[in-house]
């Protein structure tokens, strides 16, 4: 049985450093890791109570299998005005409902990722965690990249990309307590 991790990606630019990041995880997992970058994020609509439900929009669905299908998810994220982008946040929102049945809900979570200054985006990471915790998710509490891309490349340096691939493993092998 493969282990399957969903990542939900926080910039959609071309060139961006963490969607370069999040493919570089998907082509180097470690076997019998598959690691699917979730596509359509920005296809789901803001998320509004009215529109959700049995008739909730096909891009939602389609998010929310994503992540049931999965059995960790890890946000991989630049910061904007010092938290995460609005379309990571509308992820987490549609993903934590039903109340107590979203699709994120047990599911060990993690955010890392990687931005242009010396704080390497750790609000926006600080902020997914708390929020992914508000909807049910697991959060992995140690597992920390907050990497600072001011010296140009992330995937250049071999330290930071070994944190990246080391985040991938700690996620992984999370186990999920149990209850007796
Ligand atoms: C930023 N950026 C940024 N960086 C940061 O570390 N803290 C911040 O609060 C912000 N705020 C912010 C707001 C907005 C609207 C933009 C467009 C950018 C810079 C940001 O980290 C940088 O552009 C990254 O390269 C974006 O990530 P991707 O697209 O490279 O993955």
Not at 17 to 24: P, S
Not at 86 to 93: E, F, H, S
Not at 98 to 115: E, H, L, R
Not at 135 to 150: N, S, W, Y
Request: aromatic residues 6%.
């Amino acid at each position: 049985h493969h282990t399957r991790v969903a990542v939900l990606l926080g910039s959609f630019r071309e060139g961006s450093l963490n969607r370069r990041i999040a493919e570089h995880l998907r082509d180097n997992a470690p076997e019998g890791v598959v690691v699917d970058v979730v596509p359509g994020l920005t296809e789901v609509p803001f998320y509004n109570e009215e529109i959700d439900g049995p008739e909730a929009p096909a891009s939602a669905v389609a998010l929310r299998e994503a992540v049931a299908q999965a059995d960790r998810v890890l946000a991989v994220t630049p910061e904007y005005n010092g938290t995460m982008p609005a379309v990571l946040n509308n992820a987490i929102d549609w993903l934590s409902r039903p109340y107590g049945q979203g699709a994120i809900v047990g599911k060990p979570f993690a955010a890392i990722g990687a931005t242009p200054t010396p704080y390497g985006g750790k609000w926006s990471h600080e902020h997914a965690r708390h929020s992914a915790t508000i909807a049910g998710a697991v959060v992995v509490e140690d597992i920390v990249v907050d990497e600072p891309a001011v010296d140009g490349d992330p995937l250049e340096d071999e330290a930071a990309v070994r944190r990246f691939l080391g985040a991938l493993d700690a996620l992984v092998a999370h186990q999920v307590e149990v209850a007796a």
